[in-house]
């Protein structure tokens, strides 16, 4: 079975453009979940959706930065405009239901904002 | 402020010895913990996992300890071996039916044949 999909795996932009990563979660998982990973903080949650429905989009950090689940196998996050303090590695991950339990991670998308 | 501390940033271990990883918690809420592993350039993998009305969970060559009272869990590999060489990352959640994974900052466990 294929895992957690992800794309781009690495993105180097400008300051000010558009950044858009997208999210294939595992089939039957219903729970989604955008990690961000720096040195500073280690992984931060994002955003976490359930079917679909956006939950807690407390750890966004701004206006700048939005995500979307559309239907139950794909998700974006956008992030517009795009800064250097953005740079990171964005992780998506996905897990079955709501119970406690392990969470399946994608490989991640690098960005680089110059 | 961190609720899930990770204080060694890296350890290094020869192969077949014992590696001890800690991971220190605030949150006396927190009652399911996790241990993930990553390589690099590729996504945290799941490795075991304790429920707080246990004190020991063991899988193969893993172990991990939880200590309430002193909110301190730890993860044992014996023995270590080089291909053990990755990030591990704690996490902590509080009670069943959440998704508030709080990740450690992750220590780098380099495995010396």
């Known amino acids: 079975d294929a895992g957690v999909i992800q794309s781009p795996r690495h993105e180097v932009t400008e300051m000010g453009q558009e950044v858009t990563l997208r999210c294939k979660p595992i089939?039957?998982?219903?729970?989604l979940f955008w990690y961000r990973q720096t040195m500073m903080r280690g992984l931060e949650l994002l955003i976490y959706f359930n079917n679909n429905v956006p939950i807690d989009d407390s750890g966004m950090p701004e206006d700048r930065f939005s995500a979307k689940m559309p239907n139950a196998s794909f998700s974006t996050l956008k992030i517009q405009p795009s800064e250097p303090r953005d740079s990171a590695v964005y992780f998506c991950?996905?897990?079955?239901?709501?119970?406690?339990?392990?969470?399946?991670f994608g490989e991640g998308s690098r960005l680089t904002v110059l | 402020d961190q609720q899930v501390k990770q204080n060694s940033p890296s350890l290094s271990v020869q192969e077949g010895r014992i590696s001890i990883l800690n991971c220190d918690y605030t949150?006396?809420?927190?009652?399911?913990f996790l241990w993930y592993k990553k390589y690099p350039a590729e996504g945290p993998t799941f490795l075991i996992s304790?429920?707080?009305?246990?004190d020991k969970n063991e899988d193969g060559r893993f172990t991990v300890f939880l200590n309430k009272s002193a909110k301190h869990l730890s993860l044992h590999i014996v023995p270590s071996q080089p291909g053990d060489s990755a990030v591990y990352f704690c996490a902590a959640m509080p009670a069943s039916g959440t998704y508030k994974y709080i990740f450690g900052t992750g220590t780098r466990l380099k495995v010396l044949a």
């Open positions: 304790i429920s707080s009305i246990k």
């Open positions: 089939s039957g998982h219903n729970s």
């Open positions: 991950a996905s897990r079955p239901g709501l119970a406690t339990g392990e969470l399946f």
């Open positions: 949150n006396s809420m927190f009652d399911y």
